[in-house]
């Protein structure tokens, strides 16, 4: 057994100084994962601690489960778990239909400058920050002064009420959020497209194959591990809300609250309110093990269906 335990480990050290350069190119990423992720970890323990700024993270009292009565005892931690999954299921939904088919729209069409300035286009609005996107939302929908209720009023319309009515919300949420996102995800689609081997193509328009027949049996088969894996990247967050999109849009809008309140809003208020870090890294943790929940059972599911698909 010493003898077999000491060919592995040679053997390793073998591959290891075989493989010496892969090693060091992967250096900087371990390194990385390590500082910015796993180090920071141990800030989990305030979870569990009153946490006083004189005693630091291990000086604190312990306190057990009291930091998570907060958000369960409050009354709202259905109501504000229910908005963000929903919230970022249409997200997810809308963002990659939209993604998916306009990366097929501009792998489609033919001109190399139209296509260029529409991709630009799309991009643009990634790098424009939600401050930004909420004043443009507060110059659109205001009751007085809005461009959305002058335009209603050339018509003889009447106004909208936009915020004091919380129906409107969800669209407008869904519709920011995708005029932002859609054009950085989409980038990622139409580099798979790319990647398809043109003979597939030319093959399926020698058969008589459309357009339509080319995307349905050729384009989305193609890139449908693609498809799968940044969704279940993406469901690995379901439980973490985008705070930049619902506060810059909505605020502390009281009216907006039961239809618009989600778990980062909901603690940032508590935060500003009670300064009880212990409880916003309580509401933290409880979102990052519905997320890892989350992730494990969709993965579970991909499994399933397709081994190879699957992230793990």
């Known amino acids: 057994m010493k003898q077999t335990a000491a060919v592995k480990k040679n053997g390793f050290m073998k591959d290891l100084i075989k493989t010496r350069t892969m090693w060091f190119m992967l250096l900087p990423t371990l390194l990385h994962v390590i500082v910015f992720a796993y180090i ?21 009292p312990w306190v057990g489960l009291d930091n998570f009565k907060f958000l369960f005892l409050s009354g709202q931690a259905f ?20 993604q998916i088919t306009l990366a097929i729209f501009l792998s489609e069409i033919a001109g190399k400058y139209f296509k260029k300035v529409t991709q630009s286009l799309m991009f643009l609005p990634y790098f424009i920050s939600w401050v930004i996107v909420g004043s443009i939302a507060y110059n659109l929908f205001t ?33 920011f959020n995708a005029w932002k996102t859609v054009g950085y995800g989409m980038v990622i689609y139409l580099a798979s497209i790319i990647s398809i081997d043109g003979e597939i193509n030319q093959a399926a328009e020698i058969d008589g194959a459309n357009i339509f027949q080319r995307i349905r049996y050729v384009t989305l088969p193609s890139i449908l591990p693609t498809i799968i894996i940044l969704v279940l990247l993406a469901v690995g967050g379901i439980f973490r809300g985008d705070f930049g999109l619902f506060y810059q849009l909505i605020g502390d809008n009281g009216l907006l609250r039961d239809s618009t309140d989600i778990i980062d809003t909901f603690v940032f208020r508590s935060l500003t309110q009670t300064s009880e870090i212990g409880m916003a890294a309580a509401a933290g ?19 399933r269906v397709e081994k190879d698909y699957a992230l793990f």
């Open 40 to 60: 920071p970890m141990v800030g989990v323990v305030m979870a569990f601690k009153q946490y006083r700024y004189t005693d630091g993270i291990l000086g604190s």
């Open 79 to 98: 109501l504000i778990t229910k908005n963000t999954l929903i919230y970022n299921l249409l997200f997810l939904v809308v963002g990659t239909f939209m």
């Open 143 to 175: 009751y007085e002064y809005g461009a959305l209720n002058a335009m209603l009023g050339w018509f003889g319309m009447k106004p909208l009420d936009v915020y004091n009515n919380p129906s409107y919300w969800p669209f407008i949420l869904v519709f």
């Open 285 to 303: 943790f409880y979102q990052s093990i519905m997320c890892f929940i989350m992730i494990i059972f969709m993965n579970d599911i991909v499994k």
